[in-house]
Structures are given as C-alpha cells and as structure tokens.
C-alpha cells in the first residue's frame, strides 16, 4: 500500500472527507490521487494536522494506524499564533492582489493580440 493510499485508508476510518483534508493542509485538491509518495515537507505538515496518525505505520508500515495516546487531537492547529479571522482577512486580500493582477494579464494579452 502506498503513502497516499494510507492515508485515503485513515481519512475513511477517521470520517474525514478528502477536500477537509486539502483544506486542512493547504494541499491542491487531487493530491492523494496522483503519484505514489510525497515528500518530508508534506508529511511534516500531515502530522501537524493529524497528531494521532503513527509516522511509523505510515513509512514503515509497523505498528498501529492510530497512536495509542488518547491526548492526541485530530484538529488542525492554529500556525503562526493567528486566530481564524486573521487568516481569512489575508486570504481575501491575496484574492485581492491576484484578481488586480489577473485582470493586467488579461489585457495585456489583448494588447498583444490587438497588434498581431
């Protein structure tokens, strides 16, 4: 069985849907669906988004799916000391800057295609 398909294996025995997945780790949606493996940063990010899922089972394929200690959250942490409201206030204004800039792409192609 493969990374990518131990995990899809423990979001089913968790209940979590895929997309709350993406969400959760700011991965592109179809993440699980192309390759084999991915790298460290990835796992890094997997393990703080999901504490009680055992690394070793998840390489090695030793062990439990879950870690034993009933402490473990499966919530997402907060990162960067920023509460929920922060980070939506950045989102919408990076989807600011990228319209602005979508918007110069667009006529700038224009432009060139006007002097064709």
Same mark, same amino acid.
């Given at each position: 069985?493969?990374?990518?398909?131990?995990?899809?294996?423990?979001?089913? *025995?968790?209940? %979590?849907?895929?997309?709350?997945?993406?969400?959760?780790?700011?991965?592109?949606?179809?993440? !699980?669906?192309? /390759? $084999?493996?991915?790298?460290?940063?990835?796992?890094?990010?997997?393990?703080?988004?999901?504490?009680?899922?055992?690394?070793?089972?998840? *390489?090695?394929? %030793?062990?439990?799916?879950?870690?034993?200690?009933?402490?473990?959250?499966?919530?997402?942490? !907060?990162?960067? /000391? $920023?509460?929920?409201?922060?980070?939506?206030?950045?989102?919408?204004?990076?989807?600011?800057?990228?319209?602005?800039?979508?918007?110069? *792409?667009?006529?700038?192609?224009?432009?060139?295609?006007?002097?064709?």
């Amino acid at each position: 069985m493969t990374h990518k398909e131990k995990i899809l294996k423990y979001l089913n *025995l968790k209940g %979590i849907k895929t997309s709350v997945f993406y969400r959760n780790c700011k991965f592109s949606n179809g993440f !699980l669906d192309s /390759g $084999k493996s991915f790298g460290a940063d990835k796992l890094a990010i997997i393990l703080d988004n999901y504490q009680d899922l055992n690394v070793t089972w998840l *390489l090695h394929d %030793i062990g439990e799916m879950l870690l034993s200690d009933p402490s473990a959250l499966n919530e997402p942490k !907060l990162r960067y /000391g $920023k509460d929920v409201k922060d980070l939506l206030y950045e989102q919408i204004e990076e989807n600011r800057i990228l319209k602005l800039e979508n918007k110069s *792409l667009k006529e700038t192609v224009e432009n060139l295609r006007k002097t064709d």
